[in-house]
């Protein structure tokens, strides 16, 4: 019998951290088979995704919108040359992407969500919002937010092996406790 498959639910919008995320998901279904990976891009009524000047938001773009997706999709697991049987679905749907991202979780009973994050910070966010912000407080499963690395390459210290001691050098520690102001050794409580 087959365990069910964990349901893990991807925000793409074409953008750069959603690249990242695309990259973080599908190195994740090539881990592990019994997982299902459901890519959701949520068009925006008023402006799409920008992929053009004269964005129409309607049903006949939204096709054509999964139709880029899956095609962007596919070339990216081609990329990774390793192989591998992965489940995906694609999702486009019209409206607010905080709300759809979350009503989605809801829907396949997510186990993970992975979307990316702008990095905005400041009167920005505070105007434009924070899709990835509102997703982690209210989602009921992990969020994972992919971003870009800011950290700078750091070298690892190197690891010196060291020579144990012998036995006989050994000094087990002990555990002293205080009775009228003298400390004494509790043979009971001693470590070794």
């Not at 694609?90 to 607010?96: A, E, S, T």
Request: some cysteine.
């Amino acid at each position: 019998m087959n365990p069910v498959p964990s349901q893990i639910l991807v925000a793409y919008d074409f953008s750069e951290c959603s690249e990242l995320a695309l990259q973080h998901a599908l190195n994740l279904a090539l881990d592990k088979e019994e997982r299902e990976f459901h890519f959701l891009v949520a068009l925006d009524p008023h402006k799409g995704l920008g992929l053009r000047a004269d964005e129409v938001v309607n049903y006949e773009y939204a096709q054509e919108v999964q139709e880029l997706a899956q095609e962007r999709i596919s070339t990216a697991l081609n990329n990774l040359k390793r192989a591998g049987e992965v489940t995906l679905l694609i999702h486009v749907r019209i409206g607010d992407p905080k709300k759809l991202i979350l009503e989605l979780a809801e829907e396949i009973g997510a186990s993970l969500i992975i979307l990316g994050s702008h990095g905005r910070t400041g009167v920005k966010r505070l105007v434009m919002g924070s899709v990835s912000e509102k997703v982690v407080r209210e989602a009921q499963c992990p969020v994972t937010v992919a971003r870009t690395r800011g950290y700078a390459e750091v070298r690892r210290a190197q690891v010196i092996e060291v020579e144990r001691p012998d036995q006989d050098q050994y000094v087990a520690p002990h555990r002293f406790h205080y009775n009228t102001g003298f400390p004494t050794h509790d043979k009971v409580w001693a470590l070794y």
